[in-house]
């Protein structure tokens, strides 16, 4: 549960990590995590129910390391 007194939220000391390619979602943000594979699903969900956090981590391309 997040708290409206910013320094009051409690986190867990694991949590998923769910890597996300090409844009960054910000905090407060609506966004859909789409899974590519089916088999995660059930799992993701059941440790939400239990945990209520995950851990989103941009991942970007260096194109410049791409191009040589």
Do not use: H, R, W
Request: aromatic content about 8%; proline content about 9%; overall charge negative.
């Amino acid at each position: 549960q997040i708290s409206e007194t910013p320094g009051d939220e409690v986190f867990p000391e694991e949590a998923v990590i769910i890597p996300i390619m090409n844009s960054p979602i910000f905090p407060g943000m609506i966004a859909p995590i789409i899974l590519t594979e089916d088999k995660f699903t059930a799992e993701l969900d059941e440790y939400l129910v239990k945990n209520g956090y995950l851990a989103l981590n941009l991942v970007k391309s260096d194109l410049k390391n791409e191009e040589g």
